[in-house]
């Protein structure tokens, strides 16, 4: 049996790349959140979030019990890494390698990893996996219809009104798939509730992927943004987290440093700016975003 662990509590990006990564490589999926106590997995793949806790402290018996199983086991470490760069468990168990989503989240690793035997695990970055079939259809820009898609509120900055309030003219339309409740209260713009259509069509139909989020929210690697990309938007994102990783500023998009950053550069966008750097960001995510790229974990 080959089996990856993750959970499947919520139905956003933290768990959609674990559910392509199964479909694509036909993994058994178990959910963290049901029974996993008593698999037998010679194969065995943890995609962990803040689970990783819960494993290594509440669940600790019962994950070295499945870890037991195993030949080959690879973690994932999806942002979260508590104490798993010092716990026995990563040494007790033939864990092959560990993968992070960007080079941040690797160097803190390395940097933090002093015993010997935790130095000779190989150590990963890997993007999130995309299905980008998905987001082969043509496009039409338009130029200023600017979107967001975002399950939860908590991502949005303090004030989650303060740019669409400036942005809010005659030259712009905007949507949102799950808006946070103050946009919705504040301004008369199109809404759509989570998954109410294909996440490939709302972002056809959007040009500018606004997405600048809480200063104490963090973005492993930001599967949205990586989404609007391979949809061909010019996205404007913020400088930090994963983004860095593959964005390349004026050219596959903008990271900007602050909400005026994000204002000044969107109001000086043309119609062949935005048609330009979304083309650049469809073209890199098709040849960087591919599930393919996780053979090494899977495949190995």
Known sequence: MKAIFASQKIDGGGNQSPRELANHFYYDIIDLNQSWENVKAKKQVWYMNDNIYHLLKDDREAF???LSYADDIRIVLNFVMGDAWKDSILVDFPVKQIVFLNQIKKSEWVKKTHNKRHSLIPVDVIKPPIGLDRFKKDREYKGYRIGRHSRISLKYPKDPCWIYDQLNNNRFQFSFMLAHPKIKKEFNFKYYEWNEIPVQDFLNQTDIYLAIINPNTHEQAGRSNMEAMAAGCCVVVENRDGPKDYIKH???????????????????????????????????????????????????
């Open 64 to 66: 070295r019990k499945v």
């Open 250 to 300: 004026g050219e596959t998009g903008f990271l900007v440093n602050s909400e005026q950053e994000a204002l000044d550069i969107i109001n000086k966008l043309t119609v062949s700016d935005i048609e330009r750097i979304g083309m650049n960001a469809k073209n890199y995510a098709f040849n960087n975003f591919k599930i393919s790229n996780w053979d090494k974990v899977f495949k190995t």
